[in-house]
């Protein structure tokens, strides 16, 4: 398991909408290479990209019709070595996006499969045996290719599902796991990524990781068993390469799948949810973080009770070291951002919270200025409800498309934020208290104590509605009050610490801790 996890922060990276070099609207690899040293400064040391593939952008780069080549809007593949080489001069690390389970309907090699003709390939993805035969329970294409057979898709029409077999096939056209042409389809995933590791790369974020086995038991058995020989041949050969799966299911990916970091996604009701985006659960917002709700409904135990499960299962899985981690984001291209629901001084303590837990987390570009959500913005690529979340980034307000290109305002990607208090980086890098220089003394502090890096333990020593949640991280104490009305707390524990770091106006007295509304501590 690759040691340099352990002290990361990910620094997530829409390719279409950070940074644009050459003035098309749309944002590219050299982009990229000229923020690097921003995004170190900030206290991110590796990065995830979002596909930079060859495709025809229907699902925004999910829908790949050449892996091992750049799309040209990026730039080109030496452009992607020049990053890697870059970004490793300044210490950070570069997990590029695998999208294992589906390709474009463009892709060569479903371009073969729909042949009439047996080839090499017909069995790359699912077909049934005829036309008129459909596929219950599953989303299904008939009727666009020469072959006489329905395909299968994974997500969206445009992407046909590969082929790894099916759990327990049932039907004559499904393919057990072990079929030549299902193992074919893995050792074509084990060239991908051998690919890009060889080049520079440092790993995989693995998108839908818990779809590739079709009709799998209840614990995706089929999945995990295909993600153990794929993980397993590359950290035989890229021992130092790191995998984290979109999957929110550490008994699965972790435990049984053997990824090094699984992320806790935005899913409903679930303890993440809890935190920043529970604004549908009735009548009225129930985030942990907004300062006004109620103090009855304010209730870290909501949290505590999912979140716990998938710690425990984490460091069980770990063995005598932990380097197996739930991994913590902002928001990311899927989601709608945390300003949506949070002001910059409510987001101050989520993110303090977020970036002083266990595990591997991960900053998606813009959060750390507190980039709104633009709920209204039409589709694109497949965005749909997603398509808010991924406008450009907002550099400097004092230059044209807040320094994200130089094309005309309708020749980039998405619209920007039209607000007059639009945030933009360069103006919150001049203001001492900004959300942006709150994240980047978060991040110091956690590079600086090993207690706050992803390994250290993690206690919980109060929870109780009214009262300041307090948890211990290795031996440091920890504390957040995010409600509008002052707090305090008598705990043993506290007699003989000093207070290393504050948000607000917490005050230290002997084992009594008060914490100012909206506030956050550390002690030592």
Same mark, same amino acid.
């Given at each position: 398991?690759?040691?340099?996890?352990?002290?990361?922060?990910?620094?997530?990276?829409?390719?279409?909408?950070?940074?644009?070099?050459?003035?098309?609207?749309?944002?590219?690899?050299?982009?990229?290479?000229?923020?690097?040293?921003?995004?170190?400064?900030?206290?991110?040391?590796?990065?995830?990209?979002?596909?930079?593939?060859?495709?025809?952008?229907?699902?925004?780069?999910?829908?790949?019709?050449?892996?091992?080549?750049?799309?040209?809007?990026?730039?080109?593949?030496?452009?992607?070595?020049?990053?890697?080489?870059?970004?490793?001069?300044?210490?950070?690390?570069? =997990?590029?996006?695998?999208?294992?389970?589906?390709? !474009?309907?463009?892709?060569?090699?479903?371009?073969?499969?729909?042949?009439?003709?047996?080839?090499?390939?017909?069995?790359?993805?699912?077909?049934?045996?005829?036309?008129?035969?459909?596929?219950?329970?599953?989303? /299904?294409?008939?009727?666009?290719?020469?072959?006489?057979?329905?395909?299968?898709?994974?997500?969206?029409?445009?992407?046909?599902?590969?082929?790894?077999?099916?759990?327990?096939?049932?039907?004559?056209?499904?393919?057990?796991?072990?079929?030549?042409?299902?193992?074919?389809?893995?050792?074509?995933?084990?060239?991908?990524?051998?690919?890009?590791?060889?080049?520079? %790369?440092?790993?995989?974020?693995?998108?839908?990781?818990? /779809?590739?086995?079709?009709?799998?038991?209840?614990?995706?058995?089929?999945? %995990? +068993?295909?993600?153990?020989?794929? =993980?397993?041949?590359?950290?035989?050969?890229?021992?130092? +390469?790191?995998?984290?799966?979109?999957? /929110?299911?550490?008994?699965?990916?972790?435990?049984?799948?053997?990824?090094?970091?699984?992320?806790?996604?935005?899913?409903?009701?679930?303890?993440?949810?809890?935190?920043?985006?529970?604004?549908?659960?009735?009548?009225?917002?129930?985030?942990?973080?907004?300062?006004?709700?109620?103090?009855?409904?304010?209730?870290?135990?909501?949290?505590?009770?999912?979140?716990?499960?998938?710690?425990?299962?984490?460091?069980?899985?770990?063995?005598?070291?932990?380097?197996?981690?739930?991994?913590?984001?902002?928001?990311?291209?899927?989601?709608?951002?945390?300003?949506?629901?949070?002001?910059?001084?409510?987001?101050?303590?989520?993110?303090?919270?977020?970036?002083?837990?266990?595990?591997?987390?991960?900053?998606?570009?813009?959060?750390?200025?507190?980039?709104?959500? =633009?709920?209204?913005?039409?589709?694109?690529?497949?965005?749909?409800?997603?398509?808010?979340?991924?406008?450009?980034?907002?550099?400097?307000?004092?230059? !044209?498309?807040?320094?994200? !290109?130089?094309?005309?305002?309708?020749?980039?990607?998405?619209?920007?934020?039209?607000?007059?208090?639009?945030?933009?980086?360069?103006?919150?890098?001049?203001?001492?208290?900004?959300?942006?220089?709150?994240?980047?003394?978060? =991040?110091?502090?956690?590079?600086?104590?090993?207690?706050?890096?992803?390994?250290?333990?993690?206690?919980?020593?109060?929870?109780?509605?009214?009262?300041?949640?307090?948890?211990?991280?290795?031996?440091?104490?920890?504390?957040?009050?995010?409600?509008?009305?002052?707090?305090?707390?008598?705990?043993?524990?506290?007699?003989?610490?000093?207070?290393?770091?504050?948000?607000?106006?917490?005050?230290?007295?002997?084992?009594?801790?008060?914490? /100012?509304?909206?506030?956050?501590?550390?002690?030592?």
């Amino acid at each position: 398991m690759p040691n340099w996890l352990k002290d990361a922060v990910f620094y997530e990276i829409y390719p279409q909408s950070f940074n644009d070099s050459n003035g098309d609207g749309i944002g590219d690899i050299q982009g990229i290479i000229e923020k690097l040293d921003y995004i170190k400064e900030l206290g991110c040391n590796a990065l995830w990209i979002n596909p930079w593939y060859d495709s025809p952008f229907k699902d925004a780069g999910y829908d790949v019709r050449d892996y091992c080549k750049v799309a040209a809007r990026y730039g080109t593949n030496e452009d992607a070595a020049r990053l890697f080489k870059e970004a490793h001069e300044r210490g950070i690390h570069v =997990l590029l996006d695998l999208v294992p389970g589906h390709t !474009s309907e463009e892709h060569p090699w479903f371009q073969e499969s729909g042949k009439e003709e047996r080839n090499e390939y017909s069995d790359r993805f699912i077909w049934t045996d005829s036309w008129f035969m459909g596929m219950p329970g599953h989303l /299904s294409i008939g009727g666009e290719m020469p072959r006489n057979g329905v395909y299968m898709l994974n997500f969206f029409k445009c992407q046909p599902s590969l082929n790894y077999g099916f759990y327990e096939p049932k039907e004559p056209w499904q393919k057990p796991m072990r079929d030549p042409a299902c193992l074919a389809t893995r050792q074509a995933m084990k060239d991908v990524m051998d690919f890009w590791l060889g080049m520079g %790369c440092d790993g995989f974020r693995t998108d839908m990781s818990d /779809s590739l086995v079709k009709e799998d038991d209840e614990q995706k058995s089929g999945t %995990c +068993a295909v993600w153990r020989d794929l =993980l397993g041949a590359m950290r035989e050969k890229y021992p130092e +390469a790191a995998f984290v799966s979109e999957w /929110s299911n550490p008994w699965q990916a972790l435990e049984s799948a053997g990824f090094d970091m699984d992320f806790y996604l935005e899913h409903w009701h679930n303890g993440y949810h809890t935190l920043l985006r529970d604004h549908q659960s009735g009548a009225h917002d129930r985030s942990y973080f907004r300062r006004d709700i109620s103090e009855e409904t304010r209730d870290i135990s909501r949290f505590l009770e999912d979140y716990l499960k998938r710690y425990e299962v984490s460091v069980r899985c770990s063995g005598e070291k932990q380097k197996h981690y739930v991994s913590f984001m902002t928001c990311n291209h899927d989601t709608p951002r945390a300003r949506w629901t949070l002001t910059p001084e409510e987001l101050k303590i989520a993110y303090a919270f977020i970036f002083t837990m266990p595990g591997v987390p991960f900053l998606y570009y813009g959060d750390e200025i507190g980039m709104r959500y =633009l709920a209204d913005l039409p589709t694109k690529e497949g965005g749909y409800t997603r398509t808010g979340t991924r406008t450009p980034m907002q550099w400097d307000r004092n230059r !044209s498309n807040f320094g994200f !290109s130089e094309a005309d305002a309708d020749k980039l990607y998405l619209p920007q934020d039209p607000a007059e208090d639009a945030p933009d980086a360069a103006s919150q890098a001049e203001d001492p208290d900004s959300l942006l220089n709150t994240v980047k003394a978060v =991040l110091k502090l956690r590079h600086e104590y090993e207690d706050l890096q992803a390994d250290a333990p993690f206690t919980v020593i109060l929870a109780e509605k009214g009262k300041p949640f307090i948890y211990r991280r290795g031996s440091l104490i920890l504390a957040v009050n995010p409600s509008p009305i002052a707090a305090s707390a008598e705990v043993g524990e506290l007699l003989g610490r000093e207070l290393i770091f504050s948000i607000g106006n917490p005050v230290l007295e002997e084992d009594t801790l008060r914490m /100012s509304a909206g506030s956050f501590a550390v002690l030592r």
